[in-house]
Structures are given as structure tokens and as C-alpha cells.
């Protein structure tokens, strides 16, 4: 238990879908970021929030939209994706790096394969 | 740009001790991680590195070379359950975002009996 938490673990979508994977953590921190994994690739950083504000957004595509709310929680919305998009979509949340280490926290991920 | 370069996929055996090596170029620096990656699992945090030398933390240490962008993992006494993905990773303060780290493909660790 890192004390990072995604739902759905697992999800199957159409090209045509809308669905939402969610995010939230209970450690308190102040930056929480979205992260893709992908079969034989690096851990790609897709978007940053830092007290609820988004401070990076690394040219990811428009089908995936993020969205939070407070510092414990985040979604990323996804509508007409497409079949490369299937990954692991893994949530990390981070203390802030002026009083610490700012090592990740990451969730177990949410599985998405896209049909 | 940023590159992360780490083997693919090492073998050891178990008791014995191994060491992974990660070399990067980034446009900035400040400190490298290590993650360990068991799969179907979260990457859970071994060891941060922000200043050249070793660091100590049970089996595992970690070493860095800020003039080389060098970097090692070393397990010792290696048990079964080490066998996982070891992930290294930069923070580049140049790149724009908070402090999101740029991550290695990851080296797949077998334990052999």
C-alpha cells in the first residue's frame, strides 16, 4: 500500500468511448502526476499538477484530458482514443522538492486496452 | 534533449551480487533515483542519489557520477523476490515541469536458483 489509489485497475474501451481513470491520494502531498507505461518503453510523463495547477503538459495528445479538482485527487478523461493508447496508466504523487527528496509514490495503475 | 540508457535484461544468481549501471544526458540535474518495478506492480522507491558517492541502504546501495552522468544499482546477498525491474531515473530541473522524472526502458533482473 503506497498510499496511492487508481481506479479502475482494469478497463476496456472502444475507439468511440468516453470513460475516466481516477486517481487520489492519502499522503498529503502537493503534486500528483499522470504517467504512461508502455510494453519496451520508459515511463512516459504526461502531465504534472502542482497545487492543483497544471505546470507541465508534455505534448500529449488532446483525446486525453486531465482534470484536478484538490491536491488529493486526479482523472484523466479519455474519449476516442485509439488502439497505441492501450498502456498502464500509473498516478505518482510527490512532497514538496524544497524540503525533501520529492521521491514518486505510485498507484498499482489502471490497465487500459483499447479495442 | 534527455536519454536514459540502462540494460535491458540481467541474470544473477541468488546470493550472489550484481550491479546495475544507468548513464543519462540531460539538458539539467538535480538527483537520480532508483525504483524497483515487480511486475503487475507500482514502482516502489530504493534510493536517491543527488551528490557523487555511494550510498547504503540495507542490501542495496546506489552510487552516482555527476562529471560521468553514471550511475549504479548494487544488490547484494540476492534473494528471489529481487527478481523485478530496476528503474533509474532523472529529475531535470530545465525541463519545464515541476519535478516529473524522466525514467530509463528499466532492466529486468532474473534471480536464478
Known amino acids: 500500500e503506497t498510499g496511492v489509489t487508481q481506479t479502475p485497475r482494469h478497463l476496456v474501451m472502444g475507439m468511440t468511448n468516453k470513460k475516466s481513470l481516477k486517481c487520489e491520494q492519502h499522503?498529503?502531498?502537493?503534486?500528483m502526476y499522470w504517467y504512461k507505461q508502455s510494453a519496451k518503453k520508459p515511463l512516459e510523463l504526461m502531465f504534472v499538477y502542482n497545487f492543483k495547477e497544471q505546470t507541465e503538459n508534455n505534448s500529449v495528445p488532446s483525446r486525453f484530458s486531465p482534470e484536478c479538482p484538490n491536491s488529493s485527487h486526479l482523472f484523466l478523461h479519455l474519449h476516442t482514443l485509439q488502439p497505441e493508447d492501450s498502456a498502464l496508466y500509473l498516478c505518482?504523487?510527490?512532497?514538496?522538492?524544497?524540503?525533501?527528496?520529492?521521491?514518486?509514490?505510485f498507484g498499482e495503475g489502471s490497465r487500459l486496452t483499447v479495442l | 534533449g534527455q536519454n536514459i540508457d540502462q540494460p535491458t535484461e540481467m541474470t544473477a544468481t541468488e546470493g550472489a551480487i550484481v550491479q546495475i549501471n544507468c548513464t543519462y544526458q540531460t539538458s539539467g540535474f538535480n538527483g537520480l533515483f532508483w525504483y524497483q518495478q515487480h511486475a503487475g506492480e507500482a514502482p516502489t522507491f530504493l534510493s536517491y542519489n543527488v551528490l557523487d558517492g555511494l550510498e547504503e541502504k540495507g542490501r542495496f546501495s546506489s552510487f552516482l557520477s555527476r562529471s560521468k552522468g553514471y550511475s549504479y544499482l548494487l544488490l547484494k546477498e540476492l534473494q528471489m523476490k529481487d527478481s523485478a525491474s530496476y528503474l533509474c531515473?532523472?529529475?531535470?530541473?530545465?525541463?519545464?515541469?515541476?519535478?516529473?522524472?524522466?525514467f530509463g526502458k528499466g532492466t529486468h533482473l532474473i534471480i536464478q536458483p
Open positions: 505518482a504523487s510527490s512532497q514538496d522538492t524544497s524540503v525533501n527528496t520529492g521521491e514518486l509514490f
Open positions: 531515473a532523472v529529475r531535470d530541473p530545465t525541463g519545464g515541469g515541476a519535478d516529473g522524472l524522466t
Open positions: 499522503l498529503g502531498h502537493n503534486a
